[in-house]
């Protein structure tokens, strides 16, 4: 470089270049030694290279190896825990979504979904489906702020989706202030305590009374009370429309 050796006053007299191999034969580095001297003593006895300078420089080559391939072991290291990472994500990302579609849906029928990407609608010969709204909702969500209307909703709902889990039933939807759960059907485990259908709903429903008696007073001095409607016979069960499918009876 005759601009450096400008700069800094003195003159390249010999370069030795050594390329550095990785595992695999292919050259990922050279290694470059220079010797240089003043201008005026060019013509001089300096030295050439010794065996010293070339032991250092393969000392050195040797080094620079070790680090380089220390280098790509780690870079592989990092590549390696990145993709588990991202699969330990993918992992929970799924799981997460499974849990949400099986809150939705029955989990044998969400697997059906997966496999087969379609439902038959399914006979069930006997079960009892139980039906609740709420007393004067209408006239209540009319006369207070939206937003209350959402807390009232969500609080008492919350509280049947706990019962709905002890009891071991099926949530079926919410429309509005309505809210409808079924036991009794063929791929729901048989009750611990082995009650029938109407048995299991009945607690179930004098439960959410109780929940329900429990609840704060709302706003205009509002009392939520709920009227409760069960019946017990044959259903068809199946899955409805493709964008958020969600299990009717």
Known sequence: NNSADLSSGFETRQMACLPIYADGGEVVAVLQMINKCLPERRFGSEPNF??????????????????????ESTEREYELRQMENE???LEWEEEIANHLL?????????????????????????????????????SFSGSVPPEDVVMLLNEMFSLFDKLVDFYNVFKVETVGDAYMVVAGLDWMEQDLLDRSDSEVISTLAIK???????????????????????HTG????????????????
Do not use: W
């Open 50 to 71: 010794t065996e010293e300078d070339v032991e250092l420089m393969l000392a050195l080559n040797a080094q620079v190896a070790v680090i380089f391939k220390n280098i």
């Open 234 to 249: 044959p259903v068809m069960a199946g899955v409805v429309g493709e964008k958020m499918p969600r299990y009717h009876l």
């Open 102 to 138: 099986c809150s939705l849906i029955p989990a044998h029928i969400v697997k059906q979904l997966k496999v087969v990407g379609e439902v038959h609608a399914e006979s069930h010969a006997s079960v009892t489906l139980l039906f609740s709204d709420i007393v004067g909702f209408t």
């Open 208 to 230: 959410m009374l109780r929940a329900v008696e429990n609840m704060s007073i709302r706003s205009n001095g509002y009392k939520p009370k709920i009227r409760i409607g069960m």
């Open 87 to 89: 699969k330990k994500r």
